[in-house]
T-cell receptor, first 113, second 115 residues
Framework: KAGVTQTPRYLIKTRGQQVTLSCSPISGHRSVSWYQQTPGQGLQFLFEYFSETQRNKGNFPGRFSGRQFSNSRSEMNVSTLELGDSALYLC????????????FGPGTRLTVL | AQTVTQSQPEMSVQEAETVTLSCTYDTSESDYYLFWYKQPPSRQMILVIRQEAYKQQNATENRFSVNFQKAAKSFSLKISDSQLGDAAMYFCAYRRVGKGSRLTFGEGTQLTVNP
């Protein structure tokens, strides 16, 4: 089975711009979660989508949003980029039911200048 | 809120030796899952091992095993016969049972394997 894929792998944006990241889960997985990884804050949960519905959300401002499509692919959008949004964004997919082990993609490295 | 603590920012081990990475967590839940993930320089997060809290038996996966002490809220990872490819950042993670749960990660332990 193919693993979780994320596109693009690298992005460079400037402050104030917006960006969209994409995640394709493992075939058959219905849940997609997003995490932000930075040296200062570590790994932080952004949100989780299951069957096109957001069912859990972390403590991030409204500039961070996401959605999930009927084929379980997910996108994450960040509007009005700030320097502090520079991070590795990881996507993880799971079946959506117990034990619900999450499998991660390779990540998207976002740099905001 | 659940918290996960890894008190060893860095560890090193000689090739072929055994090393143990520590993890403690705090939760009021009785049913949950614990995980160890490995993140090599490629930054790909790789699942190493999973433990269900209701199981008393410690999980093992080849050279990797855990020591799960539920009462003490401790979850350590033992790597036997360490190999150069084991060098990575290791993260301990907690996830409660139920819909809408999330992974809570520790700060990570950077493992160096010396030849």
């Amino acid at each position: 089975k193919a693993g979780v894929t994320q596109t693009p792998r690298y992005l460079i944006k400037t402050r104030g711009q917006q960006v969209t990241l994409s995640c394709s889960p493992i075939s058959g997985h219905r849940s997609v979660s997003w995490y932000q990884q930075t040296p200062g804050q570590g790994l932080q949960f952004l949100f989780e989508y299951f069957s096109e519905t957001q069912r859990n959300k972390g403590n991030f401002p409204g500039r961070f949003s996401g959605r999930q499509f009927s084929n379980s692919r997910s996108e994450m959008n960040v509007s009005t980029l700030e320097l502090g949004d520079s991070a590795l964004y990881l996507c993880a997919s799971s079946l959506g039911g117990p034990p619900d082990t999450q499998y991660f993609g390779p990540g998207t490295r976002l740099t905001v200048l | 809120a659940q918290t996960v603590t890894q008190s060893q920012p860095e560890m090193s081990v000689q090739e072929a030796e055994t090393v143990t990475l520590s993890c403690t967590y705090d939760t009021s839940e009785s049913d949950y899952y614990l995980f160890w993930y490995k993140q090599p320089p490629s930054r790909q997060m790789i699942l190493v091992i999973r433990q269900e809290a209701y199981k008393q038996q410690n999980a093992t996966e080849n050279r990797f095993s855990v020591n799960f002490q539920k009462a003490a809220k401790s979850f350590s990872l033992k790597i036997s016969d360490s190999q150069l490819g084991d060098a990575a950042m290791y993260f301990c993670a907690y996830r409660r049972v139920g819909k809408g749960s999330r992974l809570t990660f520790g700060e990570g332990t950077q493992l160096t394997v010396n030849p």
